[in-house]
C-alpha cells in the first residue's frame, strides 16, 4: 500500500508560479511511477505528467508543455509538480497517483494505469 498527501494548492493570478509536492509513504518509492492529474470543474479527469521510478523518463500533455515541470526525490518520497505560466485554464484538482510498474508506457497517460490516488489539491488560476 501506498499513501500520498499532496499540498502545494491554492488562488494564483494569471502568470504566476505554484509548486505542488506529493509525499508518499509505504513501499521503495522509486518501484513507483508518478504522475499527475487534474479534473477542472465540469470536465474529466485528464493527464499532465508522469515521471518514471528512477526520475530517467518524464512524459507531459501537450497543454503543459514548456510551463510544467515533474520532478521527484526519492530520498524524499516525494514528487513535485512545478506550475509556471498558469492560465485560466489551469484551475482545477490536482490529483498525486503511484502505479506500481516504474516504467512510462502508452498507458501512462491513461487514469486507469495508477493504483494509488492522493486526495487531491486545489489550483485556482484568477484571470
Known amino acids: 500500500q501506498v499513501h500520498l498527501v499532496e499540498s502545494g494548492g491554492g488562488l494564483v493570478q494569471t502568470g504566476g508560479s505554484l509548486r505542488l509536492s506529493c509525499a508518499a509513504s509505504?513501499?521503495?518509492?522509486?518501484?513507483?511511477?508518478m504522475a499527475w492529474f487534474r479534473q477542472g470543474p465540469g470536465k474529466e479527469r485528464s493527464f499532465v505528467a508522469a515521471?518514471?521510478?528512477?526520475?530517467?523518463?518524464?512524459d507531459y500533455a501537450d497543454s503543459v508543455k514548456g510551463r510544467f515541470t515533474i520532478s521527484r526525490d526519492n530520498a524524499k518520497n516525494t514528487v513535485y509538480l512545478q506550475m509556471n505560466t498558469l492560465k485560466p485554464e489551469d484551475t482545477a484538482v490536482y490529483y498525486c497517483?503511484?502505479?506500481?510498474?516504474?516504467?512510462?508506457?502508452?498507458?501512462?497517460?491513461?487514469?486507469?494505469?495508477?493504483?494509488?490516488w492522493g486526495q487531491g489539491t486545489q489550483v485556482t488560476v484568477s484571470s
Open positions: 497517483a503511484a502505479s506500481e510498474y516504474r516504467y512510462l508506457r502508452v498507458q501512462s497517460k491513461a487514469w486507469e494505469s495508477y493504483d494509488y
Open positions: 509505504g513501499r521503495t518509492f522509486n518501484s513507483y511511477a
Open positions: 515521471i518514471s521510478g528512477s526520475g530517467g523518463t518524464r
